[in-house]
């Protein structure tokens, strides 16, 4: 039911039913490599996320929650990434972007450094890895390591470039940023 109510958009409902879900199993000492235990906690993770994404407002609470449940099934959908189970990226993904919205631009590098890796890798969807790629650039930004941001925010607008679909507000934003970087980071010549 939780699962249904997640896929349906029903956050709130799927929240309430998943948490349920979950500790009930964990009372009943269910094995933490089960595949219905780590799905639901992916799915609760992804709906505290979503909660916080669309309440206007990031709830740091929901934030924190998601990140508890993402850190906890990491090690099980690690492991599955050997037999084609991508699932780890987008788990990558989500905690760097919680990472960000937290404040720890460190953690955030480091996920979504990670989950770009996996995604080069094992293959993968070209908008996540812009997204991933604008938020690691941001991240880097943040944390003044401007040439790195700078080249983030070129590998970015080269996937950006890629897509079938471009969307010219996001491409002029990353090539503003891009050209930020650059300057912030010495390389005056070479902004756009």
Not at 127 to 150: F, H, K, N, P, V
């Amino acid at each position: 039911m939780g699962l249904t109510s997640a896929a349906l958009g029903k956050f709130v409902e799927a929240r309430t039913l998943l948490t349920v879900y979950v500790t009930r199993q964990e009372s009943l000492k269910v094995s933490p490599t089960s595949i219905d235990l780590n799905t639901a906690k992916l799915e609760l993770g992804r709906c505290l996320l979503q909660l916080g994404t669309t309440a206007g407002t990031h709830l740091h609470s929901d934030d924190s929650k998601a990140r508890d449940y993402y850190r906890e099934i990491t090690p099980f959908y690690l492991a599955r990434l050997k037999d084609g189970d991508r699932t780890i990226v987008s788990i990558q993904y989500d905690m760097g972007f919680i990472a960000f919205r937290l404040g720890d631009f460190e953690e955030a590098v480091v996920m979504l450094q990670a989950a770009l890796t996996n995604e080069k890798l094992h293959g993968g969807d070209q908008s996540s890895q812009c997204e991933g790629l604008q938020c690691l650039a941001t991240a880097l930004w943040r944390l003044g390591r401007y040439d790195e941001a700078a080249s983030a925010y070129k590998e970015a607008l080269e996937t950006l470039k890629s897509l079938p679909q471009l969307c010219p507000t996001s491409a002029a934003e990353t090539i503003r940023q891009h050209s930020e970087a650059l300057v912030k980071a010495g390389r005056t010549t070479e902004a756009v």
